[in-house]
């Protein structure tokens, strides 16, 4: 059993003002996307350094926006409409990733209709830049001592402080999460990624990956406690938001690779 250590979740104050770990995530997982696009602009001749910018500024905002939306509708509307202002303390946690993925869905829509680009080739270039972000942000997790999961007795199951954990050791469920849809979900994306794929393919091996590794995760972490398990007596919303992913993803996969076997065919 391991005690959860003593994390400041204020990385930097001066005076009134207070820099989040959290918040920190955020620009760091940004900054990744960033320079990751940098390298995988030899693989989209199209697009240039300036492209890649926007659509940098053009993801932060659909995955704030929606990432806080998402949340506020999906997981916990009632409170926030009894306490609105809350919704602005988003270093507090409370953000959704399924929220924040549509909202990144919509921003890529824009800046392809802008630029006059087809939206899975924005959509192609932009998934393998998530996973250091999402990677990140379950750190930030962490460093908040939220999302805690279960109970368990493995030797690395940890005590966390909030009370509502009852002083009982739980599943690092973030860490999972952090070493899952963060580390391992770039490593297969990036690798998959590196030569020219057929368009919709990387796509859907990132809502596959993320909706596999999300719902396998869900099982280890404590459901969200205003909700507790919404269907079947077990799935939590997570699990419910990840099965319309795994859907999209399964038919997006069907289609890059017979629309490519069919090129193929038409070529010989």
Not at 185 to 195: D, H, I, M, S, T
Request: include cysteine; charge should be positive.
């Amino acid at each position: 059993m391991l005690i959860y250590p003593d994390i400041d979740p204020v990385a930097v104050q001066l005076g009134p003002f207070k820099v989040h770990w959290y918040g920190l995530m955020y620009l760091i997982g940004f900054a990744a996307a960033w320079w990751l696009g940098r390298r995988r602009l030899r693989l989209f001749p199209g697009l240039s350094p300036q492209d890649l910018s926007d659509l940098i500024f053009y993801a932060a905002l659909g995955v704030i926006l929606g990432g806080r939306l998402g949340y506020i509708l999906f997981y916990d509307f009632s409170a926030y409409l009894a306490e609105p202002l809350n919704i602005l303390k988003i270093w507090q946690g409370g953000m959704s990733f399924h929220g924040g993925l549509l909202g990144v869905i919509a921003a890529m829509a824009l800046f392809a209709r802008r630029r006059g680009r087809r939206f899975f080739e924005i959509a192609d270039f932009t998934a393998p830049l998530i996973p250091i972000g999402l990677g990140a942000g379950r750190l930030g997790n962490f460093i908040n001592g939220e999302l805690w999961g279960r109970v368990s007795d493995l030797p690395w199951a940890m005590v966390f402080p909030d009370p509502r954990a009852g002083g009982l050791p739980r599943h690092p469920s973030q860490l999972y999460e952090m070493l899952l849809e963060g580390v391992l979900l770039f490593v297969v994306l990036w690798l998959y990624a590196r030569k020219p794929r057929p368009p919709m393919a990387v796509s859907a091996l990132f809502l596959l990956g993320y909706g596999a590794f999300r719902f396998l995760v869900e099982f280890a972490r404590t459901p969200d406690e205003q909700l507790g398990f919404i269907a079947a007596g077990w799935l939590t919303m997570g699990q419910l938001l990840c099965l319309p992913m795994l859907a999209t993803g399964a038919v997006l996969w069907w289609l890059a690779h017979r629309n490519d076997s069919t090129r193929e065919a038409t070529l010989r």
